[in-house]
């Protein structure tokens, strides 16, 4: 297998990909009573996920804070607001609102 300059095999790729996927849910199963934990996975998941230029899986994306990178959980360190067809969620370790398209 020939490969090019900075490039990595497609079967590692298929194991970062699988290596995010736990490392969120470990996040998630983690986070009411190790914060720091769950901080901790999203920080490896994003390196995992770097270092293989992936992106983060589209139903993880919202589970960490895109300034500080910390776990959030709406209603419990992060406040969940519906306007105008727009939620935002403020994280409440840093204070930044993100804003995505809302619709039912």
Not at 30 to 48: G, L, T
Not at 65 to 81: D, H, M
Not at 84 to 103: D, I, L, N
Request: hydrophobic residues 30%; aromatic residues 8%; glycine residues 4%.
């Amino acid at each position: 297998m020939k490969l090019t300059m900075g490039s990595k095999p497609a079967w590692a790729e298929e194991i970062a990909r699988e290596r995010i996927e736990l490392l969120f849910e470990q996040a998630e199963e983690a986070f009411p009573d190790r914060k720091d934990r769950a901080d901790r996975y999203v920080e490896i998941a994003r390196n995992i996920a770097m270092t293989f230029n992936l992106s983060v899986p589209e139903d993880h994306r919202s589970d960490f804070c895109s300034n500080c990178y910390s776990y959030v959980k709406p209603g419990q360190n992060a406040r969940l607001r519906v306007e105008g067809g727009v939620k935002k969620v403020t994280c409440e370790e840093c204070g930044e609102t993100e804003r995505q398209p809302y619709s039912d």
